[in-house]
């Protein structure tokens, strides 16, 4: 990788990036290394617009995805946070929830089901089913 400090072109420090290394990282180191993934893929850009190195074109895609896993591992960290905050707690955010089905999510829970009404009650009281046998 090259880039530009102070008008003349310097190799620049970037290697591949790797998610199993980003997620030991905190969160401004992350910010930092993303900030200057960007500025090098806008310089790879304009490196291209200028006609610049056949090997600077190639570096555009390997930027762009270390850009893209970058972000994915803040995004999955920073959820994984928030999840941790909502455990155990009675509402979550929907997109934390679990997604299943529409009918499966109003579906009545199994207490919910089990609830019967005062006319459920007094007949259940009033007339309990009596055990009886059938002779052979």
């Known amino acids: 990788y090259q880039r530009r400090v102070h008008g003349t072109f310097q190799p620049s420090k970037m290697v591949k990036v790797k998610a199993h290394e980003l997620r030991t990282k ?19 850009r304009v490196a291209k617009v200028t006609a610049g190195a056949p090997n600077k074109l190639s570096k555009i895609k390997v930027t762009r995805k270390a850009i893209a896993r970058t972000l994915t591992v803040l995004n999955q960290t920073q959820r994984e946070h928030v999840r941790k905050h909502y455990e155990g707690k009675k509402f979550k955010p929907i997109d934390l929830r679990a997604k299943k089905t529409r009918a499966i999510r109003r579906k009545l829970s199994p207490f919910e089901a089990s609830q019967k009404t005062v006319k459920q009650q007094k007949k259940a009281t009033n007339f309990p089913n009596l055990p009886y046998a059938v002779k052979a």
Not at 26 to 44: A, F, G, V, Y
Request: no cysteine; glycine share 0%.
């Open 26 to 44: 905190s969160k401004q180191d992350i910010l930092k290394q993303l900030d200057e993934l960007k500025t090098e893929l806008r310089e790879l």
